[in-house]
């Protein structure tokens, strides 16, 4: 399934440079975090020094993860971020394709152009040539499968331990959404042999990710699926929307919209959910499917985003308002796909 030489050569290149950052894309989740913090673990027993820097800060039900201390977050530690991106020997991005998904991160990014850099990454459209190595496979559940079919390559004997693969599990687990979507046979084989090498207890694992949600949290998923959900069944689609007054009424944090979007797809006859957030001068939509309708089309075309077929998110600089309209006036032409 996999090219052990770009395997070999990805390898050769962390022990060959030893000063290695590690970058993930704005609004790190699980499979950002998990897939980063592994190469991390990896890197250092292969005897490599490397940093995690990611654009922003992430979900606090993440916070637990081995080493998550470690990371540095750009937005809240600018200059040693710099500082470490300038002495890097080596780059390794994980979990995006184009730097413009490192947000405010991408303009320093640009001034590297001429350092080393490896990709992995599981989105659909990368442009290998400007990598040294590019590990890039779209038929896998997450880009911590990846690293994690790297590792194992190298021999889980001597390179996995319990923090390796526990941060390889959360990237797996949030990014199927907990083994419901993006999933394959190789998926449960790898973490078949990640929880009988290590001895971990899934069930824990799975509580940490799911089961420490606060207060406003909970309630803020009521308000929204109660008072902001619309269903479309002309196309078989819902969407649900929140305001930025909506957000600060319930104290958001980051992180606490994650998976909202998956609801309405447990309804029957729903086969397209998207979830519509207003930020500080900036539209986010998260889309999801059910089948073989194609999201990552959608966003790619008219959203400015992407990302796989059932599950994609796109940005847009207007009003909600606006947004909502935009959407509405595009499911026209997908009805048809839409109500297969």
């Not at 909970?218 to 479309?232: Q, S, W």
Request: glycine residues 6%.
């Amino acid at each position: 399934m996999y090219n052990e030489l770009i395997f070999r050569l990805i390898i050769d290149l962390i022990v060959k440079y030893k000063k290695l950052v590690i970058v993930s894309h704005v609004n790190p989740d699980g499979d950002a975090l998990g897939s980063s913090l592994a190469l991390y673990f990896f890197a250092k027993k292969l005897g490599s020094n490397p940093v995690v820097i990611v654009p922003n800060d992430f979900p606090k039900f993440l916070s637990w993860m081995p080493c998550a201390d470690d990371i540095i977050i750009f937005d809240k530690n600018q200059e040693k971020a710099v500082e470490l991106m300038n002495e890097a020997e080596l780059f390794c991005y994980l979990d995006f394709n184009t730097e413009s998904r490192t947000g405010l991160m991408h303009n320093d990014l640009c001034h590297f152009n001429k350092t080393p850099k490896i990709l992995i990454d599981h989105h659909i459209g990368p442009d290998c040539s400007k990598f040294e190595a590019c590990l890039s496979e779209t038929k896998v559940s997450s880009t911590s499968e990846l690293v994690a079919e790297l590792i194992k390559y190298q021999g889980f004997d001597n390179y996995l331990d319990s923090d390796t693969a526990t941060n390889l599990l959360v990237g797996m687990i949030t990014d199927t959404g907990s083994f419901s979507h993006s999933i394959f046979k190789n998926t449960f084989n790898i973490c078949g042999e990640l929880l009988s090498l290590t001895n971990l207890d899934y069930k824990a694992i799975h509580q940490n990710i799911y089961d420490t949600s606060s207060e406003n949290r909970l309630r803020l998923l009521g308000f929204l699926i109660n008072d902001r959900m619309t269903i479309l069944n002309e196309y078989n689609t819902a969407f649900i929307y929140a305001s930025l007054a909506d957000l600060e009424k319930f104290d958001y944090q980051v992180g606490d919209t994650e998976g909202v979007v998956n609801y309405p797809l447990s309804i029957s006859n729903i086969n397209m959910s998207v979830l519509i957030t207003e930020r500080q001068g900036v539209i986010r939509l998260s889309f999801r499917s059910k089948g073989d309708f194609s999201v990552n089309d959608l966003a790619n075309k008219y959203f400015n985003g992407g990302g796989h077929q059932n599950a994609a998110g796109g940005t847009l600089n207007c009003s909600l308002e606006e947004a909502i309209e935009k959407l509405l006036s595009v499911l026209p032409e997908y009805k048809e796909l839409l109500n297969k």
